[in-house]
């Protein structure tokens, strides 16, 4: 249920109006915009007259919220959430690009990589160290070591990091990395989307595999009850019977979360479809659907990655997809530097 609030309202009379409402065993969500202030009544709202509560002095209007998510519904919360990764900004008007290898696999590969996608423009680097994959024989990331890599070329080049955390075990290696990634695969780890809930870090979640846009709210209203409200959504792809590219890229549910939830979204393409050639148009495509910026695999030599080459672009091309994106953010009058 939210409660909006009148905009001559004092504090006073709202703490003694917050303090009513948490002594019915509720609690209480307050956002204070620009133009409104909103009550968001989180818990067992039935016994609540909505009547009742409309005729408080303070009060303007009272909805009541059908969604099963409330701390990222938009109606509890109407302005973009900006969430600062490492002291940029990622929401609001900011288009925010991430780059980088989907796994760190030499020093010399992450460094090479981040100076080149920081000079096209990336704002993060990217850079798997705990590899989920299909198959146990696979390359599954260099681990503690990956992320020490990724922590020298975050101090030589000043790019914040992102990188995947696929057990809370390793929750302890990943003090200085300035963006868990939660994958597919984990969007419904329940125990681990509580945690990083205390935990404060921003938290870059992908949508699980065949997730609904619901199940995948839920999961990032997970890590906000938990008391973190810095959450970037990052579609990634859904499985569909299409089998051309390695998963179909459901752009349209960017304006649907720009209508759902406040939280920013991002777009992973180089997931979504599998194919190096096929990240350039949907790159542009993300800007005009509304998305908040990218998430996108650069390889210095894509042939011989040890994890999703076909998918990862070349420096060179990725100088070219930031061209392009920056006429088209422009467009949409997003601030992309
Ligand atoms: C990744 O970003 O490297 C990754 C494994 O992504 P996803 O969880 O979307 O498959
Ligand atoms: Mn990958």
Redesign the pocket.
């Known amino acids: 249920m939210i409660v909006i609030l009148k905009p001559n309202a004092t504090k006073e009379k709202r703490d003694q109006l917050i303090q009513k409402i948490q002594s019915l065993g509720l609690s209480v969500h307050l956002s204070e915009g620009e133009h409104t202030t909103l009550l968001g009544l989180i818990g067992d709202t039935s016994a609540i007259d909505p009547a009742k509560l409309e005729s408080v002095e303070i009060v303007d209007a009272v909805r009541r919220v059908s969604e099963p998510y409330k701390l990222c519904n938009r109606q509890f919360h109407q302005e973009d959430t900006v969430v600062n990764a490492g002291g940029v900004p990622i929401g609001g008007g900011y288009f925010t690009v991430i780059a980088g290898p989907?796994?760190v696999e030499s020093e010399q590969q992450i460094l090479y990589t981040a100076e080149r996608v920081q000079a096209a423009g990336a704002r993060l680097l990217?850079g798997?160290a705990f590899?989920?994959r299909t198959s146990p024989y696979a390359f599954r990331g260099l681990k503690a070591e990956g992320i020490e890599l990724l922590l020298e070329a975050k101090k030589k080049t000043g790019l914040p990091i992102v990188t995947?955390l696929t057990s809370l075990e390793h929750l302890d290696l990943f003090n200085d990395v300035d963006v868990i990634?939660v994958?597919?695969?984990?969007m419904q780890n329940f125990d681990m989307l509580w945690e990083l809930g205390k935990c404060k870090k921003p938290v870059l979640l992908?949508?699980g595999?065949s997730s609904t846009i619901r199940e995948w709210l839920m999961s990032a209203e997970y890590i906000c009850a938990g008391g973190n409200p810095n959450v970037i959504l990052?579609e990634?792809?859904i499985r569909t019977f299409e089998t051309e590219t390695r998963n179909t890229l459901d752009l349209s549910a960017v304006p649907v979360l720009k209508k759902k939830t406040h939280l920013p979204v991002l777009v992973?393409p180089?997931?979504a479809t599998g194919h190096a050639d096929l990240i350039i148009p949907l790159a542009k495509a993300a800007v005009a659907a509304g998305a908040d910026g990218l998430?996108i695999?650069v390889h210095p030599d894509p042939v011989n990655a040890l994890?999703?080459g076909a998918q990862s672009i070349t420096p060179d091309t990725f100088d070219k997809l930031m061209q392009q994106v920056r006429a088209y953010c422009a467009l949409e009058n997003k601030v992309c530097e």
């Open positions: 989907c796994s990217r798997g590899k989920p995947e990634q994958g597919a695969r984990n992908k949508r595999l990052c990634r792809g992973d180089s997931h998430m695999e994890c999703d």
